[in-house]
């Protein structure tokens, strides 16, 4: 059956000569693959540019039922992004973005909320100016939501952040897997940050660094399966 939807370019493999496998999230049916023939010798009707990690696409796919892979007719860029591809500090947020979401999302059903939310915040990041230091942690924390594992409880100053339970906590009962109280006040903040106030936040780059590191094992606990995130070390070095 030809069926059309919305899709973000997560990741592509390729396959024997000139062939892609582009792993897509869609809007209608969440985590998909699609072959792709001809693109690396760009003789096929997609080029190696519309698949770039989270392009925003629209597609036509003959959708076959319990199919491991589907066939791709058509797919157009929508909108073409303008700049995250083409600035290094961007692009290197990009990779780090696409890398989590083909870790954890997975699920081959629709998730309409989460398909907005990763939408939504690509095209803002390529319409940032420059101020984009702050955004692998918004994302790393507000994609909590959608994965089932969003920080719980209040902060006040006699408070931290717990990451084996996923909860702000007294001091009193600090451990190990307690962020410091620096980070749990920054994380507090992002929590309660919209995107529009995001570049409004200023802290140290070695308190950003170091909570990076610190959410991306909060998801190693909760929400990455074994799996292993590499490109967090380019991103810091980018960042830094």
């Known amino acids: 059956m030809l069926t ?59 959708k076959k039922e319990n199919a491991g892979i589907q066939q791709i007719k058509e797919l157009r860029c929508n909108p073409v992004l303008q700049t995250v591809h083409f600035n290094i500090f961007k692009n290197s947020v990009a990779l780090f973005m696409a890398e989590i979401i083909n870790a954890t999302v997975t699920e081959e059903e629709q998730n309409v909320d989460l398909f907005h939310f990763l939408e939504q915040f690509i095209q803002m990041l390529d319409y940032e100016s420059d101020k984009i230091g702050n955004y692998p942690i918004y994302f790393l924390v507000h994609l909590t939501r959608y994965l089932g594992f969003y920080p ?15 909860l702000f906590i007294d001091q ?62 380019v991103l810091r070095e980018v960042l830094s």
């Open 4 to 62: 059309k939807t919305r899709g973000i370019v997560v990741r592509n493999v390729n396959f024997k000569d000139n062939s892609v496998i582009c792993h897509i999230y869609t809007e209608d049916f969440g985590s998909q693959q699609f072959m792709l023939h001809g693109v690396r010798n760009q003789k096929g009707n997609v080029r190696p540019s519309h698949i770039m990690p989270l392009n925003l696409v629209d597609l036509v796919f003959y």
């Open 152 to 166: 719980k409880g209040q902060y006040n100053e006699n408070q931290v952040f717990n990451l084996n339970e996923g």
């Open 172 to 233: 009193a009962y600090e451990h190990i897997n307690c962020l410091s109280p620096e980070m749990s006040k920054t994380l507090w903040q992002m929590l309660h940050t919209t995107t529009e106030h995001l570049t409004d936040i200023h802290f140290p780059r070695i308190i950003r660094a170091n909570l990076l590191d610190q959410l991306l094992y909060y998801y190693e606990i909760h929400g990455l399966h074994g799996r292993k995130i590499k490109s967090h070390k």
